[in-house]
């Protein structure tokens, strides 16, 4: 930045030839720094130390010093001596670098020099008017005789010490208030330790009671699993023999069964199923709490997955005036997962969507996650059924818990379902996230880890209806 001649000028400019010249500088730079705002320890370390300068170089042929504000980031006060070279020994500008932020001395040309600079306030701001002040402040003094000197010093002396007096008065109330302070802070640093060791103790009792209630849950935990995989296994035998009797009773080759006969036994066919399913899901449950149920995953044809599920639900009976609509075959990829797992999730949500559904449709969609670069599927199962009101929402998905309302009485179940999928979404590395309106209906998003499979893995899609199907 290039700065303009009247701002990058002299202040002013002194012949530095008698003792008296020496005197009258000293106080020209008390009254600069003065007219620059510096504080009164400021104005008397300028002026000595251009006096101590001053003595120093006196007697060199061509002697001057100048005021300027040199253009710079960090705004100064320099001073300037200026001398011919070779008439006097080096300078000695020890005493004058104590006192001021930077004291240099150049030579090498036919005048030597000594720049001494120190910083200007804050709050200096350099504006023509502000620069006028300062020369004014400059050319103010009139030569001063030794004796002159010594009472401005002596007057500048007195002044100091009347400063640092009044500073140790307020180091001294200050330090007074510290320790006030300090007795205060140690009282209550007392008291907080004692707190401390009280709060500490009751911390440690509490910790040592969580630590037994947590071994208790543990216990009652694995107690619970335990008891849930033994029943589960003692129930499958009886369940098998129920639902094997009754099939057999309703093969062709069986003795003929009256009409009646042959209703009783569907209806013990069918109980036993759901019995089957249920226990089944019982002790998956138990597995997966466990940690006993293992992931196999490999390439799954997602397109005869939806297909063979979309089959049973019809063929085990749906609501009346009820579509359940799947997604076209097109729309399915090959994925590496676990085929067992995943259907039982599906299962499981169809199975509740089409339970609490009195008409409209359950829509089963599948969409891959755009916004992850591919790495996430979705399975999405809405409905138009009751829906759930908010205040259960969070309780839904609480083992045996059941929504209350008509069409829960009259479809009781375990309160395992959305428990069961949750957990094995979970287990698949997914999350599961369910949103409902009362009378609109619900909507569940399984979200799971989108790995394709090889596109030879699929096997041929099974033929899947051009339009939505309704049971009658």
Not at 121 to 144: I, K, Q, Y
Not at 195 to 211: F, K, P
Not at 308 to 316: D, E, H, I, K, N
Not at 443 to 464: D, K, N
């Amino acid at each position: 930045m290039t700065v303009p001649a009247a701002r990058s000028a002299s202040l002013s400019a002194f012949d530095l030839a008698t003792a008296q010249d020496v005197f009258v500088l000293r106080r020209i730079g008390q009254s600069a720094a003065e007219a620059l705002g510096m504080d009164r320890q400021d104005q008397v370390r300028i002026a000595t130390a251009l006096s101590e300068l001053g003595r120093d170089r006196l007697g060199c042929t061509g002697l001057t010093v100048s005021f300027t504000l040199p253009p710079s980031p960090e705004p100064v006060l320099a001073v300037v001596f200026e001398w011919d070279s070779g008439t006097k020994a080096a300078p000695d500008l020890e005493p004058a670098a104590r006192l001021l932020n930077r004291v240099r001395h150049e030579s090498g040309g036919a005048r030597e020099r000594i720049v001494a600079e120190h910083p200007l306030p804050a709050d200096w701001s350099d504006t023509p008017a502000a620069r006028l002040g300062v020369r004014a402040a400059l050319r103010r003094h009139a030569p001063m005789t030794l004796a002159d000197d010594l009472r401005a010093q002596t007057r500048d002396l007195i002044a100091t010490l009347e400063e640092t007096r009044a500073q140790r008065e307020e180091l001294r109330r200050l330090n007074d208030e510290l320790e006030e302070t300090n007795r205060g802070v140690l009282a209550l640093y007392t008291e907080l330790s004692q707190e401390l060791e009280e709060t500490n103790s009751g911390v440690v009792a509490l910790h040592t009671e969580l630590e037994e209630k947590s071994h208790r849950l543990r216990e009652t935990s694995e107690a619970k699993t335990r008891f849930w995989t033994n029943i589960s296994h003692e129930l499958r035998t009886p369940v098998n023999a129920v639902v094997a009797l009754s099939r057999l009773l309703l093969a062709a080759g069986s003795a003929p069964l009256t009409e009646e006969q042959r209703r009783q036994v569907s209806l013990i066919d069918a109980s036993g199923q759901t019995l089957f399913s249920l226990v089944n899901d019982l002790l998956d449950m138990a597995k997966a709490e466990a940690g006993q149920l293992e992931i196999a995953a490999a390439p799954v044809d997602l397109r005869a997955l939806v297909g063979q599920l979309g089959a049973v639900m019809r063929s085990t009976g749906m609501p009346d005036g009820v579509v359940l609509v799947t997604p076209g075959p097109g729309t399915l990829p090959v994925a590496v997962t676990d085929e067992a797992l995943l259907t039982r999730i599906l299962r499981n949500l169809l199975s509740n969507a089409l339970k609490f559904t009195e008409k409209g449709e359950v829509r089963l969609e599948f969409a891959v996650d755009p916004e992850a670069a591919g790495a996430w599927m979705t399975f999405t199962v809405a409905d138009t059924g009751v829906g759930i009101p908010e205040s259960e929402l969070k309780r839904v998905f609480e083992e045996f818990y059941q929504v209350r309302g008509p069409l829960q009485r009259a479809h009781r179940g375990t309160g395992l379902g959305l428990p069961y999928a949750r957990a094995l979404t979970e287990l698949l590395g997914g999350t599961l996230r369910l949103s409902s309106t009362p009378g609109v209906g619900t909507r569940v998003e399984v979200r799971l880890p989108h790995r394709p499979g090889p596109a030879s893995a699929a096997p041929p899609a099974p033929p899947a209806p051009s339009a939505p199907e309704a049971d009658a």
